[in-house]
């Protein structure tokens, strides 16, 4: 059986900003390949488009299609049917959290993020599920 590695990451992000840090912190820490995207439609397109991501990576809270909804939008799609998704949010009680694991989230990453650590935490939360 031969393992998956980690490559390729949509990431769903409103604000551009954290946007930015999340890019450099995955890219040139990380060394993932990543695909970003400022909203649900904008990542159901990517895919729709060939875009064939290992993990999802989704903001919880953005304007018209939360993350929630993305998933829900993105698992009806082969490509995405099973990719592992963590959740961004600064929502993290820990009845919010329960919820994004009831969504099958194989974690949840707080808003604030440490920019250093964001790729270890992903590829860890990943390696989990692998």
């Not at 809270?61 to 993350?67: F, S």
């Not at 959740?87 to 974690?107: C, P």
Request: hydrophobic fraction near 45%; charged fraction near 20%; proline fraction near 5%.
């Amino acid at each position: 059986m031969t393992e998956k590695s980690l490559n390729n990451i949509l990431y769903v992000e409103d604000d551009l900003d954290i946007q930015a840090v999340a890019q450099i912190a995955l890219e040139v820490v990380g060394g993932f390949s990543l695909k970003t995207c400022s909203s649900g439609a904008e990542a159901i397109a990517a895919i729709e488009q060939g875009f064939v991501p290992d993990l999802l990576l989704l903001d919880v809270m953005m304007p018209n299609m939360d993350g929630p909804t993305t998933l829900a939008h993105l698992r009806k799609l082969p490509a995405t049917s099973n990719t592992p998704v963590i959740f961004m949010t600064a929502k993290v009680q820990s009845s919010e959290q329960d919820y994004y694991y009831t969504l099958g989230a194989i974690g949840v990453i707080a808003k604030p993020f440490d920019p250093m650590a964001l790729a270890e935490q992903a590829r860890t939360l990943w390696n989990k599920v692998s």
